[in-house]
């Protein structure tokens, strides 16, 4: 009898692939690959596999009818079940913001002993408050208050007008140098004194943060003759007229010697947005409430 070369003939073959190997462990055969001693197994598409596959394409049909799917140009399908992400986000944000107008409508015309003195107004203000902070405050001020290089720290007990919140309300709803109704705070050019005696001032100015400032030099007779009048007398601040105190370590600008000679030589004069044209009288007397109560918090 003649050989055959057809595989589908050989004794004992694989109907369909004529592979006569069967893998022992799983009783599938194999389809002759071979890797090394690593043979292919000829295993059929799970089954699990295809129903999913299955599910996947009905979902993805029901959603194709029932929600937005195709754009249409400047529109798109609305779906059976008509919905509008959009239009839930704006009603979410409206029923959101009629429960906030209900208590924040109180800081209008707000009488700040009485407001502080409700907690339960002030726990449903002051996380709003701390966000209103975050939003517009913060950049500059730091979230805490604490200031930082030409901006003034609000967490400590030294203020430039004043720290109750009325004085606080017409500083964020006036602004500092920003505007012709804005307060007004300069530090003017001293560019005029001689080299050495400004030296001799920023040397003075420097140690009164430590309290070794010597009070019989030249440094001394000359902050007395020109910076006192607005620092108060040995820098000690407090006279609410915009310039601040030079005592502390909060100076806005910077307390080493190399910053004050070059405040002395050219000036500082800050600017504060006015608030007035993004806040509304509610938030800024809610904010000025909040900001006057930071040096309580600071540790």
Avoid at 10 to 26: E, F, Q, S
Wanted: proline fraction near 8%; glycine fraction near 10%; aromatic fraction near 8%.
């Amino acid at each position: 009898m003649a050989e055959t070369t057809d595989p589908h003939a050989l004794p004992g073959a694989d109907p369909h692939t004529g592979n006569r190997r069967i893998d022992p462990v799983t009783g599938y055969d194999t389809t002759g690959h071979d890797w090394g001693g690593i043979q292919e197994l000829n295993t059929p598409f799970p089954r699990l596999a295809a129903i999913a596959l299955l599910l996947t394409f009905l979902y993805s049909v029901v959603a194709w009818v029932l929600l937005p799917a195709w754009p249409t140009g400047r529109d798109y399908t609305r779906g059976l079940l008509g919905l509008d992400q959009g239009r839930m986000a704006r009603d979410g944000y409206q029923a959101v913001d009629a429960v906030r107008q209900g208590w924040l409508s109180r800081f209008a015309q707000p009488d700040f002993a009485a407001l502080a003195a409700d907690d339960l107004l002030m726990a449903q203000a002051m996380p709003a408050a701390a966000r209103l902070f975050a939003d517009n405050c913060a950049a500059c001020h730091g979230t805490s208050g604490k200031g930082g290089p030409g901006f003034p720290a609000l967490n400590d007990a030294d203020w430039l007008w004043g720290g109750d919140p009325e004085t606080l309300a017409e500083t964020i709803t006036l602004g500092i140098n920003a505007t012709d109704d804005s307060r007004l705070a300069e530090m003017p050019v001293f560019d005029w004194l001689a080299p050495a005696d400004r030296q001799a001032l920023a040397a003075y100015v420097s140690a009164l943060p430590s309290g070794t400032a010597p009070g019989d030099n030249p440094g001394a007779a000359l902050f007395a003759e020109n910076c006192a009048a607005c620092h108060g007398d040995g820098g000690t601040g407090g006279l609410l007229a915009g310039a601040p105190s030079l005592t502390d370590r909060s100076a806005i600008y910077g307390q080493d010697e190399a910053t004050i000679l070059t405040t002395l030589r050219h000036g500082r004069r800050g600017v504060m947005p006015a608030w007035s044209q993004r806040l509304s009288p509610a938030q800024i007397n809610l904010l000025a409430l909040y900001v006057s109560t930071l040096p309580q918090a600071k540790p």
